[in-house]
Structure formats: structure tokens, C-alpha cells
């Protein structure tokens, strides 16, 4: 069946009421009713196909409607679950920098700590180090006024030797 536009039936139904006879002193117009009945039948068979269209154009754009609509909702589910991830990202990263700047603080007070306890521990090594050296000079000290003494000994002479002037005993 060809469907057959329905303007142009209404105005070929314009057009035959155009080539109608005026009745005189009337408002009435005749016209051909055979002509008129084959456009109205035409009509009749046009109407029910573009009721059809009409239908189908209406289905046509509710699926698409609602096909957005659940394009628009899986899209907004999407971001939701992104949003939720990335802030979970987002705090898991916060913690994990607290939990670095913290690990951190403790390291440096750590190897501060570790650095005074090293400078203190050297300071005293050097003290003790100081200490018998000065012990160790000491003894050598004596050691030399013996050597002198045994020399002066040998030599006959029982004259005590002189003061040695850099001794610490002196200083």
C-alpha cells in the first residue's frame, strides 16, 4: 500500500471545494460527491498508516529516551564509583604521606640522637686517649730522669740533672 500524504488530500479536498458551484443567495457550495467520497475514502486509508507513523515516531523517541536515561544513570553510577575511588585513593595517599612525614621525624630525631650519642662517645675516647698520653709521659718522663741519673751514675758524677722544662709535672 502507498501511503499517501495526508496535507495533500486535504488540499485536494481544498481545491475541489475551490471548483465547486456557488448555489445563489446561499453560503453553500456544490461540489462532485464522487470526487469528494474517493478523497475522503483516500483519507480514511492515509489517516490509520500515518496514526501508524505518528505511533512509531512516539515509540521510536521513548526508546531513545529512556535509552539516555539509562545511559545518564550508568554514567552517573560510573562517577560516583570514580569519585569514591579516587577519594579513597586520595585519603589512602594523605595516610601514607602522614605515615611517611612521621617515619621521617622519627628518622631524623633518630640520627640525631645516634650523631650526639657518636660525638659523645668520641669525645670521651679522645679524653681517655688524652689521659694516657699523658700518663704515657709521664713514665717517659721518668723513664729519661732514670737514664739521667744512671748516666750521671756511670759518669761519676751523683749531681741530680737538671728539670726537664716541658715535663707536665712543670706545667
Do not use: C
Amino acid at each position: 500500500m502507498i501511503a499517501i500524504d495526508v496535507l495533500y488530500l486535504v488540499d485536494r479536498l481544498e481545491a475541489l471545494l475551490n471548483k465547486g458551484w456557488r448555489v445563489p443567495l446561499t453560503a453553500k457550495t456544490m461540489i462532485d460527491e464522487d470526487e469528494f467520497l474517493d478523497i475522503v475514502d483516500q483519507m480514511r486509508i492515509a489517516f490509520p498508516e500515518e496514526i501508524k507513523q505518528a505511533k512509531k515516531i512516539v515509540q521510536d523517541r521513548d526508546r531513545l529516551i529512556a535509552q539516555a536515561q539509562e545511559e545518564a544513570q550508568r554514567i552517573i553510577e560510573f562517577a560516583k564509583e570514580d569519585a569514591a575511588r579516587l577519594t579513597s585513593e586520595h585519603s589512602i595517599v594523605k595516610s601514607a604521606q602522614q605515615t611517611a612525614a612521621q617515619i621521617h621525624q622519627q628518622a631524623q630525631v633518630s640520627a640525631m640522637q645516634t650523631r650526639q650519642g657518636a660525638d659523645d662517645y668520641a669525645a670521651q675516647v679522645l679524653r681517655d686517649v688524652q689521659a694516657h698520653l699523658e700518663a704515657v709521659i709521664e713514665q717517659v718522663t721518668k723513664l729519661q730522669n732514670q737514664v739521667m741519673n744512671g748516666i750521671n751514675v756511670i759518669e761519676g758524677t751523683n749531681a741530680p740533672p737538671p728539670p726537664a722544662e716541658d715535663s707536665p709535672q712543670n706545667s
